[in-house]
């Protein structure tokens, strides 16, 4: 049986860095990071989302500013909060939950984020300062992935890493952080051409392509390191749903030196990323080092 890395456990430990980093600002510069979150319609999913970015925001010490829309907002509505929360100094960080009702053109609204605000890492600045290996806002669900990576490996340069599902928000920023540690990356899809093979190769592979447990056990190289970022809900025993990744769990775990968990796994790392990027935006515009 594999080492399971505890997501949870890791998440709780990077929300306690960010508690003492916001300390330190408030303390030695009289700064409070501002994270706005703005929220359109009424998805359950996302307003649950919200309400714990909300809580965690505030129990790191930091601003937590809500803004709940009606689903009739319109697209013009939407980016004339965007460029007031931009104009606001209190606001460090901005967050348009997704998804957005039809009427509004997603690209769109997150074009109009300050990319210095833009605590998701989704405008195409930051994808750009991100490919070319300059300074920028880093999506969260990558970053913490990388973070759990090298936590576990240490040093990830000249690992062989196979990152499957090529995504804006995980597929493609996964491979250039990956790329940025020196590993080897091939980025798979469903149209590679030998899919466990490939896979087999991987002394890393990150699941990020949204199939219920597509990665199966003997594609897995023995003692390989695997990521799971799949959230997939199932039918389970009883008629009742369970979550599950896209990597069969029960028998990767036989092959993998160590593998993430779902639920539990990437998942908390997600919104504990977000508020390290606050922190981290908020130091960038101020124009200091970021706490140690």
């Excluded at 750009?128 to 990576?149: D, F, H, N, Q, Y």
């Excluded at 392509?209 to 190289?221: A, C, N, Q, S, T």
Aim: hydrophobic share 40%; proline share 6%.
């Amino acid at each position: 049986m594999s080492n399971v890395i505890d997501g949870k456990a890791f998440a709780a430990n990077v929300r306690s860095d960010v508690a003492r980093k916001v300390s330190t600002l408030k303390q030695d510069h009289n700064i409070t990071p501002g994270l706005a979150v703005v929220l359109v319609g009424e998805d359950p999913a996302s307003q649950v989302y919200v309400r714990n970015k909300g809580k965690q925001t505030i129990e790191c010490g930091m601003e937590s500013m809500e803004h709940k829309l009606p689903d009739t907002t319109t697209q013009a509505e939407l980016v004339a909060l965007v460029e007031k929360l931009n104009a606001d100094p209190s606001v460090n960080g901005i967050l348009v939950q997704l998804p957005l009702p039809d009427q509004i053109d997603a690209d769109a609204v997150i074009g109009t984020i300050d990319p210095d605000k833009d605590v998701d890492g989704f405008h195409v600045i930051n994808v750009g300062r991100l490919a070319i290996g300059e300074k920028s806002m880093v999506p969260c669900t990558p970053l913490g992935c990388i973070m759990m990576l090298k936590d576990h490996h240490g040093d990830l340069s000249g690992k062989n890493a196979v990152v499957v599902g090529r995504s804006n928000i995980v597929g493609k920023p996964m491979a250039a952080l990956l790329l940025a540690e020196n590993c080897t990356v091939t980025i798979a899809h469903s149209r590679t051409a030998d899919l466990p093979a490939v896979c087999r190769a991987a002394d890393i592979i990150v699941a990020a392509v949204g199939r219920p447990e597509m990665v199966l056990g003997d594609w897995i190289k023995p003692g390989a390191t695997v990521i799971d970022v799949g959230i997939n809900r199932i039918e389970g025993e009883n008629g009742k749903s369970k979550l599950v990744g896209d990597v069969n769990f029960a028998e990767a775990a036989e092959h993998a030196g160590a593998i993430t968990p779902v639920p539990g796994g990437v998942g908390p790392m997600t919104i504990a990323c977000l508020l390290a990027n606050t922190v981290t935006a908020t130091c960038r515009q101020h124009g200091i080092s970021e706490p140690d």
